[in-house]
């Protein structure tokens, strides 16, 4: 069973950039169900991006053009590259590698 965890998050001024990590205990190569999602207060958990196996991406219409997910099967490690911060990208981000979930890392985006 693959376990997760996420690194990277932080307090970032609006208009700023973070990179989330998300480090796997196994190999990811053949997990064809990768993403980050993210759930802000009083708000449901959402998706952000996800990613195959191949490496085909997808975004939630909220971040296209200012987010990147992308990932490193050597190193074992997922990431989403977050540029053009706004403060309503404030929120907990969780990764997901098939059926593993990560903690959660708190991304808090001031104006």
């Known amino acids: 069973q693959v376990q997760v965890a996420e690194s990277g998050g932080g307090l970032v001024q609006a208009g700023g950039s973070l990179r989330l990590s998300c480090i796997a205990s196994?190999?990811?190569?053949?997990?064809?169900?990768l993403g980050w999602y993210r759930q802000a207060p009083g708000k449901q958990r959402e998706l952000v991006a996800g990613?195959?196996?191949?490496?085909?991406?997808n975004y939630a219409d909220s971040v296209k053009g200012r987010f990147t997910i992308s990932k490193d099967n050597a190193k074992k490690t997922m990431y989403l590259q977050m540029n053009s911060l706004k403060p309503e990208d404030t929120a907990v981000y969780y990764c997901?590698?098939?059926?593993?979930w990560g903690q959660g890392t708190l991304v808090t985006v001031s104006s």
């Open positions: 997901n590698i098939g059926w593993a």
């Open positions: 196994g190999s990811i190569s053949r997990i064809n169900t």
């Open positions: 990613i195959s196996s191949g490496g085909t991406t």
